[in-house]
């Protein structure tokens, strides 16, 4: 799988998006030809190289003569306007279906902030154009760099005040923070508007998540450049294009444990259930030996950290212990999968895990094969011999 990591420390906007793009790959002729498509006609994207604060960068310069757009003719566009461009223009589906997701974004938060309704909202031509080639631009560069997800880091914001067709405005831009809502943002008190609403609309429709760069292999390294050469940091998006590393997850969990020797047998299925059904990653009953010879059932439950008190209740209500052990513990999960393959039985659902990316374990599910031993009257362990065939045949073979 192939990762694009957005390292937004001076925050992002759509011509430093497609810089960045241009340096891990993207070919800009070949862009500027797929926007002129649209149509576009006249549209000229200029790659320049600059520097900012030591380290280089590409800057995108669009030209787009007014005289040449088919675009000119009106001084003011709305959301139904790039709708009709967009789903008229020979883009793929998938393209055209990103590219009005975003529009529609930035078009929906502009509405809320400025008390209209969406399609009263509108945008002044070169606002409109920039946005266009920004964000159509922006699509299909990561689709054309075959980009299959997205992560960014927290976004700066900056602060200060921003000059719109509004008037002065407070940064961040108030349409901006409705698009990153629920989008994790800070900033460092550069009196600049540093993510701009189209960087704030692509980069929150496209991303899968927001933190720290996730596990991959380092292919390549962009940086795209915003126009302004600041003083505090250099004002350049970084992209880290890779591929995942498939490995296993560590994860804190609690374990809670509790000792019962005088509990009706006949509770535990039920105790168990309720544990499940509440969060519990695993339950088990171990037999232990106590004090004066009595045998005894220990009750040992795997919780996330965040149930203990929920779990813990679960206990108290349903057994008669007085007392929960509660450790602090450390696991690691290999990613895991369910799959279906064929058996002379029919279709069966296998759990796998993957080490490293190839399959290390696999197993049936046990209510798919319960239910075809129901089914055919078949010895259930026939059903599970048929299964753990099909692993090797369909799964162990092709992987």
């Given at each position: 799988?192939?990762?694009?990591?957005?390292?937004?420390?001076?925050?992002?906007?759509?011509?430093?998006?497609?810089?960045?793009?241009?340096?891990?790959?993207?070919?800009?002729?070949w862009?500027?030809?797929?926007?002129?498509?649209?149509?576009?006609?006249?549209?000229?994207?200029?790659?320049?190289?600059?520097?900012?604060?030591?380290?280089?960068?590409?800057?995108?310069?669009?030209?787009?003569?007014?005289?040449?757009?088919?675009?000119?003719?009106?001084?003011?566009?709305?959301?139904?306007?790039?709708?009709?461009?967009?789903?008229?223009?020979?883009?793929?589906?998938?393209?055209?279906?990103?590219?009005?997701?975003?529009?529609?974004?930035?078009?929906?938060?502009?509405a809320?902030?400025?008390?209209?309704?969406?399609?009263?909202?509108?945008?002044?031509?070169?606002?409109?154009?920039?946005?266009?080639?920004?964000?159509?631009?922006?699509?299909?560069g990561?689709?054309?760099?075959g980009?299959?997800?997205?992560?960014?880091?927290?976004l700066?914001?900056?602060?200060?005040?921003?000059?719109?067709?509004?008037?002065?405005?407070?940064?961040?831009?108030?349409?901006?923070?409705?698009?990153?809502?629920?989008?994790p943002?800070?900033?460092?008190g550069?009196?600049?508007?540093?993510?701009?609403?189209?960087?704030?609309?692509?980069?929150?429709?496209?991303?899968?998540?927001?933190?720290?760069?996730?596990?991959?292999?380092?292919?390549?390294?962009?940086?795209?450049?915003?126009?302004?050469?600041?003083?505090?940091?250099?004002?350049?998006?970084?992209?880290?294009?890779?591929?995942?590393?498939?490995?296993?997850?560590?994860?804190?969990?609690s374990?809670?444990?509790?000792?019962?020797?005088?509990?009706?047998?006949?509770?535990?299925?039920?105790?168990?259930?309720?544990?499940?059904s509440?969060?519990?990653?695993?339950?088990?009953?171990?037999?232990?030996?106590?004090?004066k010879?009595?045998?005894?059932?220990?009750?040992?439950?795997?919780?996330?950290?965040?149930?203990?008190?929920?779990?813990?209740?679960?206990?108290?209500?349903?057994?008669?212990?007085?007392?929960?052990?509660?450790?602090?513990?450390?696991r690691?999960?290999?990613?895991?999968?369910?799959?279906?393959?064929?058996?002379p039985?029919?279709?069966?659902?296998?759990?796998?895990?993957?080490?490293?990316?190839?399959?290390?374990?696999?197993?049936p599910?046990?209510?798919?094969?319960?239910?075809?031993?129901?089914?055919?009257?078949?010895?259930?362990?026939?059903?599970?011999?048929?299964?753990i065939?099909?692993?090797?045949?369909?799964?162990?073979?092709?992987?």
């Amino acid at each position: 799988m192939k990762i694009l990591y957005f390292d937004c420390y001076c925050g992002i906007s759509g011509d430093m998006i497609l810089g960045a793009l241009k340096e891990v790959g993207l070919d800009i002729e070949w862009l500027s030809e797929q926007l002129r498509s649209i149509p576009l006609k006249g549209l000229v994207l200029e790659p320049q190289s600059v520097a900012r604060a030591g380290l280089s960068g590409t800057l995108i310069k669009v030209c787009l003569p007014e005289s040449s757009s088919d675009l000119s003719s009106h001084p003011r566009r709305t959301l139904q306007d790039f709708v009709d461009l967009i789903q008229h223009s020979p883009l793929s589906e998938e393209v055209r279906g990103l590219s009005l997701r975003i529009f529609t974004a930035l078009a929906r938060a502009e509405a809320k902030v400025h008390g209209q309704s969406i399609e009263e909202v509108h945008f002044h031509e070169l606002g409109y154009l920039d946005s266009v080639v920004d964000i159509v631009g922006a699509v299909l560069g990561i689709k054309a760099l075959g980009i299959d997800q997205i992560f960014s880091s927290p976004l700066n914001l900056g602060t200060g005040f921003v000059q719109t067709q509004h008037g002065t405005l407070p940064v961040p831009a108030p349409a901006t923070l409705e698009l990153l809502a629920t989008v994790p943002v800070y900033s460092t008190g550069i009196p600049q508007e540093l993510t701009t609403p189209t960087g704030a609309a692509i980069i929150s429709t496209l991303a899968s998540g927001f933190g720290p760069m996730p596990a991959l292999s380092i292919q390549k390294t962009g940086y795209g450049a915003g126009s302004r050469d600041l003083a505090q940091i250099p004002n350049l998006l970084r992209v880290v294009m890779g591929s995942s590393v498939p490995e296993w997850h560590l994860e804190q969990i609690s374990i809670l444990e509790t000792d019962i020797d005088d509990l009706n047998p006949e509770i535990y299925d039920y105790l168990m259930a309720r544990l499940l059904s509440a969060g519990a990653l695993d339950v088990a009953l171990i037999p232990i030996i106590m004090k004066k010879n009595r045998p005894a059932i220990r009750l040992s439950v795997l919780a996330p950290t965040s149930l203990i008190d929920e779990l813990c209740s679960v206990i108290f209500q349903e057994t008669s212990t007085l007392g929960i052990r509660i450790k602090e513990s450390w696991r690691k999960t290999l990613p895991r999968e369910i799959i279906s393959v064929s058996s002379p039985f029919g279709p069966l659902k296998i759990k796998v895990g993957r080490l490293n990316g190839q399959i290390v374990t696999a197993s049936p599910e046990y209510e798919d094969c319960r239910k075809i031993a129901l089914k055919t009257n078949r010895p259930l362990k026939e059903i599970y011999q048929a299964a753990i065939k099909s692993i090797s045949d369909d799964i162990l073979r092709t992987d």
